[in-house]
């Protein structure tokens, strides 16, 4: 990442990612009537919920470790797509659950700009790019 621009931005970013979800844990740990509805509705309470909860609140420390940024953000563009899947599949986008849904799209569109910012420090790319064509050798007359 060169431009100066684009560390704010991913900052400004993760910062959202991270306090976006960090505010859903409350919810999901303490058994909420409407997250434990959400996650019934889907199949997967309780395990699911803290499961997915936990991972949630490592995708927050992540994110917030400059070293461990680009995971963070892999991780919760993964959760942020399983959430928005359960939108549009089982829970829908009525009353209250269109903020849900919302929100699971905000989450999702940030990790993805971090990724998008911060490509080069991905593992795979980052070994892509460091490779250097090999001479070949002339052979001898």
Do not use: N
Not at 34 to 61: D, K, N, W, Y
Not at 68 to 91: D, K, P, R
Not at 111 to 139: F, N, V
């Amino acid at each position: 990442m060169k431009s100066p621009k684009l560390k704010i931005l991913s900052w400004i970013a993760q910062f959202a990612a991270a306090a976006i979800m960090g505010q859903t844990l409350y919810f999901k740990f303490a058994a909420h009537p409407e997250s434990v509805q959400l996650f019934t509705e889907l199949g997967m309470e309780p395990h699911g919920r803290l499961l997915i909860g936990a991972f949630e609140l490592i995708a927050c420390v992540l994110l917030l470790i400059p070293s461990s940024i680009v995971y963070g953000a892999l991780l919760g563009a993964c959760l942020m797509a399983g959430a928005i899947i359960g939108h549009i599949t089982e829970l829908g986008w009525e009353g209250p659950r269109l903020q849900l849904g919302s929100l699971a799209i905000a989450v999702f569109a940030c990790c993805i700009t971090t990724l998008i910012i911060r490509r080069r420090e991905l593992p795979l790319l980052k070994a892509i790019q460091t490779e250097k064509p090999t001479k070949r050798a002339r052979p001898k007359d």
